[in-house]
């Protein structure tokens, strides 16, 4: 330790900050390889405690909230009887506040056992005091030093014993981030195995737990399973979350997959697992092309390898549990074009309408070159949407049945007939 008292500053090595008894007796609250404090001498012969600066050097801090929800760090500065108000009663401000490579553990004790860890941050506070606003800028470098992740803007006054309701307006930066990088930053599995750079920015409003963010974000170079998409993902966005109930809002949001647009609106409750979906998604005679090698990607609805073309219009509504949906709408497509490696020979479909319940679907198409002589049949399926190729077995010149699988795994069978 060295300290000096003009002006009063002390700095300190291999710092530790005990935790609150009550979380844990094992783990430190805080530890830094080095604390820098300089304090104002005249305010704190009044009692005015006036923190000019104090610079944390690769700090790490844990951050628990037990099952009754309430965070470690709410107890800091409170003494262990509460004092009635007086005229002379001790105030606290701090000019400036820098922190160098931290990490941070966040654990929610009602939710899990493993705290989620944070790394590379750096972060200067300015003007903080618990009863007025305050300013922020925060930064999250990834692997290299073009990657960027920055959080500015102006917060407080804070809400003590429920930091969430404390007011924030600013806005979030990506900057060429790694999506993989990313992932591992937020320890998202949901994430695993997909890739490319993020950019984009966001404003944030968030006040008495109610957040909102209206933004844009783009990826380049995208990869889903390792398999790259060919196209740009970008996204515009006009979103809200109320936090006491985990739902988030989505006002609008216009997704591109490359160039074609689809627009999505409703909500998703978080507050159950899986989470619930009651979403809406529109597109108008869009290229199909660019949805089904994304959903070929991810093994969704289409097996790797298997390229789409034509035009679809949809207006299709998900209500339900996120891995298991029900569906409910329209779908029309027009000269759709199925090939792949587990396709004998490519599938042309010169239109088809789709109308989906929440328990079935049902189709009707018109394809071509079932027949020795490439005459039209018509198609009549059930038990939509379908999640794979058909594979079709050969059978009567005039009449053939395709195979595939319903998203619930149920086979599908439609019956070809000549047309009249």
């Known amino acids: 330790m060295h300290l000096s008292l003009f002006p009063p500053r002390f700095r300190v090595q291999n710092l530790a900050v005990s935790e609150d008894p009550q979380f844990s007796k094992d783990v430190a609250f805080v530890k830094a390889q080095e604390l820098d404090v300089a304090v104002k001498l005249v305010p704190l012969l009044h009692k005015d405690v006036q923190i000019e600066s104090i610079n944390l050097q690769r700090p790490v801090v844990n951050l628990v909230k037990n099952a009754a929800g309430t965070w470690n760090f709410?107890?800091?500065?409170?003494?262990?009887?509460?004092?009635?108000?007086?005229?002379?009663?001790?105030?606290?401000?701090?000019?400036?506040?820098?922190?160098?490579?931290?990490?941070?553990?966040?654990?929610?004790?009602?939710?899990?056992?493993t705290p989620s860890l944070y790394d590379h941050i750096d972060v200067t506070l300015k003007n903080f005091s618990p009863k007025s606003a305050f300013t922020v800028d925060a930064a999250v470098r990834m692997a290299g030093s073009s990657q960027e992740a920055k959080l500015k803007g102006e917060g407080g006054p804070i809400v003590s014993g429920n930091p969430a309701q404390t007011p924030f307006h600013g806005t979030l930066s990506l900057k060429q981030v790694g999506l993989s990088d990313f992932a591992k930053f937020l320890n998202s599995p949901a994430l695993e195995g997909t890739d490319g750079i993020i950019s984009g920015e966001t404003r944030i409003n968030s006040q008495a737990g109610k957040v909102t963010a209206q933004g844009h974000t783009e990826i380049q170079n995208a990869k889903v399973r390792g398999m790259e998409l060919g196209f740009p993902i970008t996204a515009q966005y006009d979103l809200s979350d109320d936090l006491a109930v985990d739902m988030l809002n989505i006002q609008s949001m216009l997704l591109k997959l490359g160039t074609t647009p689809l627009e999505l609106n409703g909500t998703v409750n978080s507050k159950q697992t899986p989470a619930l979906l009651d979403i809406k998604a529109n597109a108008n005679n869009v290229s199909i092309a660019e949805a089904a090698k994304l959903a070929a990607a991810s093994s969704t609805a289409l097996s790797q390898g298997t390229t789409v073309t034509g035009n679809v219009t949809l207006n299709i509504q998900a209500r339900g549990p996120a891995d298991k949906p029900a569906l409910n709408g329209t779908i029309t497509g027009s000269n759709v074009q199925l090939t792949g490696k587990s396709i004998a020979q490519p599938i042309q479909i010169p239109s088809v309408n789709?109308?989906?319940?929440?328990?079935?679907?049902?189709?009707?198409?018109?394809?071509?070159?079932?027949?020795?002589?490439?005459?039209?049949?018509?198609?009549?399926?059930?038990?939509?949407?379908?999640?794979?190729?058909?594979?079709?077995?050969?059978?009567?010149?005039?009449?053939?049945?395709?195979?595939?699988?319903?998203?619930?795994?149920?086979?599908?069978?439609?019956?070809?007939?000549?047309?009249?």
Request: proline share 5%.
């Open 74 to 113: 709410t107890s800091l500065g409170q003494t262990q009887k509460a004092q009635p108000a007086t005229g002379d009663e001790q105030q606290f401000s701090l000019g400036e506040l820098m922190i160098a490579d931290g990490q941070i553990s966040v654990l929610d004790q009602a939710k899990s056992k």
């Open 354 to 420: 789709m109308n989906l319940t929440p328990s079935r679907g049902a189709v009707e198409c018109v394809q071509r070159g079932f027949g020795r002589d490439d005459s039209e049949r018509t198609v009549h399926g059930t038990q939509l949407p379908i999640s794979g190729p058909y594979r079709r077995r050969d059978g009567a010149r005039a009449e053939r049945t395709t195979t595939g699988h319903s998203r619930d795994g149920k086979s599908l069978r439609c019956q070809l007939a000549p047309t009249s």
